[in-house]
Nanobody, 122 residues
Framework: QVQLVESGGGLVQPGGSLRLSCAAIGSILRLKRMGWHRQTPGKERELVAVDTSGGGTNYADSVKGRFSISRDNAKNTVDLQMNSLKPEDTAVYYC????????????????WGRGAQVTVSS
């Protein structure tokens, strides 16, 4: 029922910027955590940034100060502004959302987007 639709990936030069967007669509009672992970070939998927929905955010050390996550609860969207991009930021970026299965959010289910390719190269 729930789908995560990503947009905004592409090719950018080192030092440039990109903005990724993700929209959750479907029958949504409530979304708890929302965020972004990334993965490169041969490496495990790693957390980039997450909004915990409890007033806090977490960033990977490698992107802290360069990336910024923002969330619109009314629209069920989450964005990732990426500045000062480096070649090592090249990866497939996946949107993540934790879907509440009841009104109290005592049970949740994880959803993932299909991924957006980000390539940083001159």
């Amino acid at each position: 029922q729930v789908q995560l639709v990503e947009s905004g990936g592409g090719l950018v030069q080192p030092g440039g910027s990109l903005r990724l967007s993700c929209a959750a669509i479907g029958s949504i009672l409530r979304l708890k955590r929302m965020g972004w992970h990334r993965q490169t070939p041969g490496k495990e998927r790693e957390l980039v940034a997450v909004d915990t929905s409890g007033g806090g955010t977490n960033y990977a050390d490698s992107v802290k100060g360069r990336f910024s996550i923002s969330r619109d609860n009314a629209k069920n969207t989450v964005d990732l502004q990426m500045n000062s991009l480096k070649p090592e930021d090249t990866a497939v970026y996946y949107c993540y959302a934790e879907y509440c299965l009841n009104s109290g959010c005592f049970a949740t289910r994880d959803y993932w987007g299909r991924g957006a390719q980000v390539t940083v190269s001159s």
